[in-house]
């Protein structure tokens, strides 16, 4: 949208209980003025709407740019909405995990140079991920995520993780949730297929489907994961034997964030083998059922149970406003 004087306008979505909205509006209005754009548009999220209404309101009204500020469910919703519009998305770090903004190499401590970027920084095409989740009634529902989507232990994790620790400690708070659903971890029987080749029919403690892999503390849950590559990265989660969790948690700490990170180290790796523990596999979309309905998540966020997920990627559809001259890392 441009005011009578051909001024575009940008529109802030923003969780209020995640994010210092006073101090990111005002920031925001400024930077508008001093860019000679027209004042900006607010718009709060609610239990009643985490974003996809928000930003529709946003896009109705013709904003040249949107930018989110807020926890991940925040960045899934508003992203969601986004997909395949062209207008540009910005991404002002303001929850516990910050997924998407680490993911893009984003400075989480820099809202003013995220804002910036809306007025004077680079637009990048990034991908985006779809989930079709079928429930144990037949019910079909379809939802976008930015960075991964899980079935099995990671969201019972996520549902054990207490939200008042969470507040406190930030993404601290999912080692107590993984703490508290280990224990009684048992594996499922899944049947899967990826890009429609071979049907897997295997037990696994966790499925997840990813855009891209890096979480907070620097850890590489799927090291090959590029949020710009047009893949979907799949990691079938596997911890066999008493010591099974400990070979998982050498797979993902030890070789995806230490190792890999130098040539000799992926020679290590090479040389000794995963383990087993996780199985990697890439394509364009994957397929997974269940004989029992076990738990979802996207993003971060609990979506309840479901019988079969497909997911998928969509190469390019989400565009985002970085500063000038940053580089979105390929992996």
Not at 264 to 271: D, F, K, Q, S
Request: aromatic share 4%.
């Amino acid at each position: 949208m441009t005011d009578d004087a051909g001024r575009p306008r940008a529109a802030l979505v923003v969780n209020p209980v995640k994010a210092d909205a006073p101090k990111l509006v005002e920031l925001l209005r400024t930077l508008s003025a001093q860019a000679d754009w027209d004042a900006p548009l607010i718009i709060e999220t609610s239990v009643e709407d985490p974003g996809q209404e928000a930003t529709r309101i946003a896009l109705a009204d013709g904003a040249a740019a949107v930018l989110v500020a807020g926890g991940d469910g925040t960045v899934r919703a508003v992203s969601e909405t986004m997909a395949g519009t062209g207008v540009p998305l910005a991404i002002v770090p303001s929850g516990t995990g910050n997924l998407l903004a680490r993911n893009l190499g984003l400075a989480l401590a820099a809202p003013s140079a995220a804002i910036d970027a809306v007025f004077h920084g680079d637009r990048h095409p990034v991908d985006i991920g779809w989930a079709e989740l079928t429930r144990a009634d037949g019910a079909v529902q379809k939802h976008g995520f930015v960075v991964l989507a899980g079935i099995g232990l990671d969201a019972h994790m996520i549902a054990n993780t207490r939200p008042g620790l969470k507040k406190s400690v930030g993404w601290v708070a999912y080692v107590d949730g993984a703490a508290r659903s280990l224990p009684g971890a048992k594996p499922f029987r899944i049947m899967y297929a990826v890009d429609d080749l071979k049907l897997h029919s295997v037990k696994v403690h966790s499925m997840l489907f990813a855009n891209c892999g890096a979480l907070p503390a620097g850890i590489a849950l799927i090291p090959d994961a590029s949020i710009t590559d047009g893949s979907l990265d799949v990691a079938v989660i596997q911890a066999r034997g008493p010591f099974g969790w400990l070979a998982v948690w050498r797979t993902v700490w030890w070789q995806n964030s230490v190792l890999r990170r130098s040539k000799a180290g992926r020679r290590v790796i090479e040389l000794t083998g995963s383990g087993g523990s996780i199985r990697y596999l890439q394509g364009v979309d994957a397929d997974a059922a269940t004989t029992e309905p076990a738990p979802v998540e996207l993003d971060g966020d609990e979506f309840g149970e479901a019988v079969r997920i497909h997911c998928r990627i969509d190469p390019g559809a989400l565009v985002v406003a970085v500063p000038a001259g940053h580089v979105i890392s390929p992996a």
